[in-house]
């Protein structure tokens, strides 16, 4: 039995039966069989119990960088992490990365949910994805398009959920740079540099969010829901502070962080599980913690945010079973 509790940031002292360390050698995939659950670093999986099968962990490294006459391409291997090459880029005047400075985990799983913050989502770099069919055992490249990004979405999280191994990510960074600073606290920086909005995204990120490494936890829980226009304008009769993003002609994002602090979440406990003081959206484990204690605040707050606003939220954690995903 291998312990899980160093391989995810949620930190649940649970075990797996097996342990595969994919490093360069792709071959030993030949011999795996179900269940399995291919990780990264484990920042957004959370095991809830003794996982029934096999890990497979993805250790690769190292990265290759072409200039072209536009733009640089930078094609990196699965394993590497994603501040790692954030902080390369910064170093080496390969700017456009900094919003999403800090961000925990591997570049490989970066696409499959398409990382984002402070206004960035990853796909605007992403000139396409290299990875392993496991049934066919044959190596595959999806462009950009192929790729179906979306809101903390990708083909890559839906239809072939469980089905590849992400090898390598090639990113497009071009050389004309524009800021962008129009997300929250940004918007106080003049005339900032690529450095500026690095430093700055730190200094929020560590402000506002735990740091796995002292207490357990994946980031957001939840995804922010897309709501109508018509939704949202009812909403707004009773709460008329509801905040929102304008997504297009119909919709609109709200906040999950606001409905769940409204609810009076925040700070509240489940056994070593908490809803975070200073970031409602983040469940935290205090090393005592269990995954029936998890799903049991989450699933309260699910129901509550439901029946106050008639609105259903998604985990956007990845929640593993003793046999696979399970849903909340
Ligand atoms: P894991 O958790 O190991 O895996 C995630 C999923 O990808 C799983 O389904 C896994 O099976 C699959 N997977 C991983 N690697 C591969 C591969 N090579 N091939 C195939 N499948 C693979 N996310 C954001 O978007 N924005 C944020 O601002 C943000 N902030 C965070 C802050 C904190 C404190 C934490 C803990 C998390 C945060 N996250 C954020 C979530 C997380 O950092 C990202 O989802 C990250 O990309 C996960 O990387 P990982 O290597 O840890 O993936
Ligand atoms: N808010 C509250 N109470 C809180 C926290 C926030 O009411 O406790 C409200 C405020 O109105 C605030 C708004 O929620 O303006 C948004 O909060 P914040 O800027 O902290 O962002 P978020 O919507 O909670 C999202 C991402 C984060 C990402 C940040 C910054 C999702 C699910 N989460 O959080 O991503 O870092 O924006 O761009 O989209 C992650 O995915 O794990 C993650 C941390």
Redesign the pocket.
Known sequence: MYSLKSLHTFGFNNHARNLLILDENFNDLCQLEQPYWILGQGS?CVFLEDFDGTIVKIESDGKQLTELEHEYQLTVSAGENWHQLVCFCMENGLYGLENLAL?PGTVGAAPI?N?????VELNRFIESVEFIDIRSLQKRRFSQLECKFG??DSVFKRDMQGQFIITKVVLRIPKLWVPIAF??ELQRLKEPTALDIFNKVIQI?SA??PDPRQIGN???F???PLVSKKHYAALQCEWHDI?CYEVDQTSVKV????L???LGF?GQKEGGIQC?P?????LTNDGTGTGSQLLTLARKIQHQVEATFSIKLEN?VRLVGSKGMIEL
Do not use: C, M
């Not at 990382?115 to 206004?119: K, S």
């Not at 906040?255 to 606001?258: F, G, I, K, L």
């Not at 200073?278 to 983040?282: F, G, N, R």
């Open positions: 957004n961000i949910q990382i984002g913050a402070y206004g809101y903390r997300y929250g990120r506002k969010l994946a980031g957001s939840f995804k922010n905040p906040p999950s962080a606001w769940i602090d409204k925040k975070h200073t970031q409602a959206l983040v956007e």
